[in-house]
Nanobody, 120 residues
């Protein structure tokens, strides 16, 4: 499966962005999808995850209550709605997918990153 992330940009603190991860190549509904982020000099962090049906989700404590992950399998797309953004949310965000393992730190498929910059 091929993944294409989009939707990043520059936003002021308190603002919102919606990231999209569009998939192609195989039926997407059978894949777990995750969003990771990595800031300069920091380790990659798993931010959110969603099961194939969308019934199960996970959020890192750092984003819980502010970010929402969702998916539209008819459009082969997973979204990350980011509200109340903070400067510490600044990072390159990556979507990734795996068919077999929930919340893996090494998913099989990766999209390219999309930069999110939050100004104070």
């Amino acid at each position: 499966v091929q993944l294409q992330a989009s939707g990043g940009g520059l936003v002021q603190a308190g603002g919102s962005l919606r990231l999209s991860c569009a998939a192609s190549g195989r039926p997407f509904s059978s894949y777990y999808v995750e969003w990771f982020r990595q800031a300069p000099g920091q380790e990659r962090e798993l931010v959110a995850a969603i099961s194939g049906s969308g019934a199960r989700t996970y959020y890192a404590d750092s984003v819980k209550g502010r970010f929402t992950i969702s998916r539209d399998n008819a459009k082969n797309t997973v979204y990350l709605q980011m509200n109340s953004l903070k400067p510490e949310d600044t990072a390159v965000y990556y979507c990734a997918a795996d068919r077999n393992t929930w919340m893996t730190v090494s998913p099989s498929y990766w999209g390219q990153g999309t930069q999110v910059t939050v100004s104070s």
